[in-house]
């Protein structure tokens, strides 16, 4: 099942979703950080949290609970700000790394990309 | 205006058309992600990249990008604050137990190529598409991605006949170590093979958190 709780609303309700924050001002998760749920969701809970909540069963990243969500990456942040601040899901990677800091990743890392590819 | 945000960009390729995705989530055990990133002019095979590499059907997201004061938007004389919506696409590749690929297919048009830097934020490399009816489309990412310091390698997808790699490394003024290949973005191991090609030239270009005794 598609968690599409929002495709067919009205503009507005992105607003109201993310409390009127979000956009560039925030400081950004990064785009593939792996968000995983720590609770389940509850019924009193925002529905799109709920969502987030029942996607991030398994490790999820964030442009994927995007795509599934379908709600841009920058309002999918705010949502998972709320979820982070009450430890309803944590974040794997979430390091904001810079391109003047390097890429993440050492050696190890590029062998096993490469053996990944090697097998496609 | 967040509620530009809205304005969903519906996948626009029929082997992503809408409709309930068939989720195939990580392992529990996955625990970092890496990015690579392709960029290159309008229409020049960046999706289609994307989409025969991929382990999953591609998924298509936009990002919203508030816009103060500077860039495109200034160019128009508007002042205030605005918005614009970029759609891109991405696929992913299992690693191992723990790690993951993902493949961003940066967005093509001009006036999103000012979004390509927050898509570089934190990826191991890329890879500059070129078509060689049109080269000069692809100087801007060579020339940002130097910029950044952002190891790369390009590839000529061929869509018919045309000039040479060593006229296209001349045209693009790419220095001798960037790796320069020709691909077909449809066939998935011509897309691996240009991404095999990537992960050697981060590997000898020694941009790695191993401590380098020199
Ligand atoms: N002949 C040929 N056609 C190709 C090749 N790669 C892509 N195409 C076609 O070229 C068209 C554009 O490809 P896309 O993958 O959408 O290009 P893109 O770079 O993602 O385009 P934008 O995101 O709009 O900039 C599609 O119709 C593809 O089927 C190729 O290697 N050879
Ligand atoms: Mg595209």
């Known amino acids: 099942m598609r968690a599409d709780p929002l495709h067919k609303e009205k503009p507005d309700r992105l607003y109201m979703v993310t409390g009127g924050r979000g956009g560039a001002d925030e400081p950004s998760l990064d785009s593939v950080a792996l968000i995983v749920a720590e609770s389940e969701p509850s019924p009193e809970m925002q529905s799109e949290h709920a969502a987030v909540l029942r996607l991030c069963a398994r490790p999820t990243a964030v442009v994927e609970l995007s795509a599934e969500l379908g709600l841009p990456v920058s309002a999918v942040r705010v949502l998972l700000a709320d979820l982070l601040d009450t430890g309803a899901v944590t974040a794997r990677h979430p390091a904001p790394s810079t391109v003047r800091e390097g890429p993440q990743h050492d050696p190890d890392t590029l062998k096993q990309v490469l053996l990944a590819l090697q097998r496609l | ?214």
Not at chain 2, 170 to 199: G, Q
């Open chain 2, 1 to 214: 205006m967040l509620s530009n945000a809205f304005e969903r960009t519906r996948p626009r390729q029929t082997w992503a058309a809408p409709g309930p995705t068939d989720r195939h989530p990580l392992a529990e055990t996955v625990d970092s992600a890496l990015k690579i990133v392709i960029v290159g002019g309008f229409g020049v095979g960046k999706t289609t990249m994307v989409g025969s590499i991929s382990e999953i059907r591609p998924l298509s997201t936009e990002e919203v990008m508030t816009q103060a004061g500077t860039g495109v938007d200034d160019l128009r004389g508007v002042r205030h604050k605005r918005t614009t919506t970029a759609a891109f696409d991405f696929g992913r590749i299992t690693v191992d137990a723990t790690r993951v690929l993902y493949l961003f297919g940066a967005p093509g048009q001009k006036r999103f190529w000012f979004l390509w830097e927050q898509l570089f934020t934190g990826s191991l490399g890329a890879v500059v598409l070129v078509d060689t009816a049109r080269v000069e489309d692809s100087w801007y990412a060579v020339d940002r991605l130097e910029h950044h310091g952002m190891p790369f390698v390009v590839a000529v997808n061929r869509f018919g006949p045309g000039p040479s790699l060593d006229r296209v490394r001349t045209a693009l003024d790419l220095s001798d170590d960037v790796p320069l290949l020709e691909c077909d973005a449809r066939r998935r191991e011509s897309s691996r093979d240009v991404l095999i090609t990537l992960v050697h030239h981060l590997a000898s270009s020694g941009r790695t958190t191993a401590k380098d005794p020199t």
